[in-house]
């Protein structure tokens, strides 16, 4: 198998013959607009972002909206019939490596975070229970953007997989209830899962985090991989119900003794072997550190500690189950 038959074996919840890599053996998609301009740092939604050696954070000292009854003059979607579909698509498919899978992005922020973003965690928060129409009617604009996207991608990229999703987690749980997921969003989610089917792409959702009861929405919508769920013990009684019907793309644990600052070379070595045993001995499992952040000599030790121990511990047949 080349890199991409292998990676598409296992998303597809079978046996690879090693274990995939995301950052490694996936080409990926991005479209322009989700990022801000460099010189304002601003994006078409009017937040405006940070980055420092944590990574990319909205600036907590701009408002992009104080009001959510505002949004329709706040928000300047681009104009997608615009944009230079063929051009981006030959570029892509010019410069992809053909032996790698192909993935499509679809958002960055999705129809939970982009609120938050703009209007803070507090009042963002709020405007779920204050003013739930507004709310839904940015949430419905949002997922018709999205959608409309998903027809370019269709007839222009055609990735093996594309990937939405949401923040809708911390490290604790989910931030909302089941009747705020049920009633506001997941009916929208939904919407872009079948929509991703529809391209005849496997459908890859984020939620970075403790998932906890999410899982179980996200299979029951046709979920395909779930990215970054936080390793626990919930996860585990998932893995267990579930077995390769839960592909998982993450498992390393960025809480664990390997991602602590200055773990040692074995710490972050172990940890990886660890994440494989745990949730890829049998397959099912896309392996990704979730993106180690920083500059710092112990980021980029870690990075080439994991790396190193992904080509060389992913491809012995003990790590495989076989």
């Not at 990574?55 to 992009?64: F, I, L, V």
């Not at 230079?84 to 410069?95: L, S, V």
């Not at 939904?190 to 459908?203: E, M, P, Q, R, V």
């Not at 999410?214 to 077995?243: A, F, H, S, T, W």
Request: net charge negative; proline share 5%; with cysteine.
């Amino acid at each position: 198998m080349n890199q991409r038959e292998n990676y598409l074996a296992v998303a597809k919840g079978g046996k690879g013959e090693f274990v995939p890599s995301f950052t490694d053996d996936a080409n990926v998609f991005a479209m322009p607009f989700w990022f801000p301009d460099p010189v304002t740092k601003m994006d078409f939604m009017n937040i405006k972002w940070v980055t420092n050696d944590a990574g990319k954070m909205p600036d907590e000292n701009h408002r992009a909206m104080e009001d959510i009854t505002k949004w329709r003059e706040i928000i300047n979607f681009p104009v997608l019939s615009e944009l230079d579909w063929e051009g981006m698509a030959k570029n892509f498919h010019d410069n992809k490596d053909p032996d790698k899978v192909n993935i499509a992005m679809l958002n960055t922020a999705g129809l939970f975070l982009i609120p938050i973003n703009m209007m803070g965690w507090v009042d963002g928060l709020c405007a779920i229970y204050e003013e739930p129409e507004e709310l839904e009617a940015l949430i419905s604009r949002l997922t018709d953007f999205l959608l409309e996207i998903m027809t370019y991608y269709k007839k222009y990229i055609k990735p093996d997989i594309i990937f939405t999703g949401d923040d809708l987690a911390s490290a604790t749980g989910p931030f909302i209830s089941r009747e705020v997921w049920e009633k506001m969003y997941k009916p929208y989610f939904k919407k872009l899962i079948d929509s991703i089917h529809d391209a005849g792409a496997l459908c890859e959702f984020h939620n970075c985090g403790n998932n906890s009861w999410l899982i179980d929405e996200y299979i029951r919508m046709g979920v395909d991989i779930c990215q970054l769920p936080e390793p626990n013990d919930e996860l585990m009684k998932n893995k267990e119900e579930y077995k390769n019907r839960l592909v998982i793309t993450g498992g390393w644990d960025r809480h664990g003794e390997g991602s602590m600052p200055f773990a040692s070379e074995e710490a972050v070595r172990k940890s990886v072997r660890d994440a494989i045993d745990t949730w890829g001995k049998d397959g099912g499992l896309i392996f990704w550190d979730g993106g180690i952040v920083g500059t710092s000599e112990d980021s980029n030790n870690k990075r080439k500690w994991v790396a190193d121990e992904l080509e060389n511990y992913g491809k012995r047949k003990e790590a495989l189950g076989k």
